[in-house]
Nanobody, 118 residues
Framework: QVQLVESGGGLVQAGGSLKLSCAASGNIFTINTMGWYRQAPGKQRELVATITSGSSTTYADSVKGRFTISRDNAKNTVYLQMNSLKPDDTAVYYC????????????WGQGTQVTVSS
């Protein structure tokens, strides 16, 4: 079974930066999409950014220009560089892996807390 291990969360002041990482292990298909989602207390989970194995990216409008997603295909690792953090960015951030072979497979990390103080 695939496992996703996240790291990099923590407490930062508004305007600061933080970098999250997520390493996937197991039987990872070559063609896949990895991404980050977040969920704040009392709110629905939302997509933050995704990146395909071909390096195509998508971003939520709220993070465009501030966050950058990247990946190392050889290591099956995805990163999220977060700059100019705002208190509204406070949430639990979840790593996600999607891949398809006859059916779609969807995997999630354990989540890492990001807290931005004002």
């Amino acid at each position: 079974q695939v496992q996703l291990v996240e790291s990099g969360g923590g407490l930062v002041q508004a305007g600061g930066s933080l970098k999250l990482s997520c390493a996937a292990s197991g039987n990872i298909f070559t063609i896949n999409t990895m991404g980050w989602y977040r969920q704040a207390p009392g709110k629905q989970r939302e997509l933050v950014a995704t990146i395909t194995s071909g390096s195509s990216t998508t971003y939520a409008d709220s993070v465009k220009g501030r966050f950058t997603i990247s990946r190392d295909n050889a290591k099956n690792t995805v990163y999220l560089q977060m700059n100019s953090l705002k208190p509204d960015d406070t949430a639990v951030y979840y790593c996600n892996l999607k891949m398809k072979f006859l059916r779609e497979y969807d995997y999630w990390g354990q989540g890492t807390q990001v807290t931005v103080s004002s």
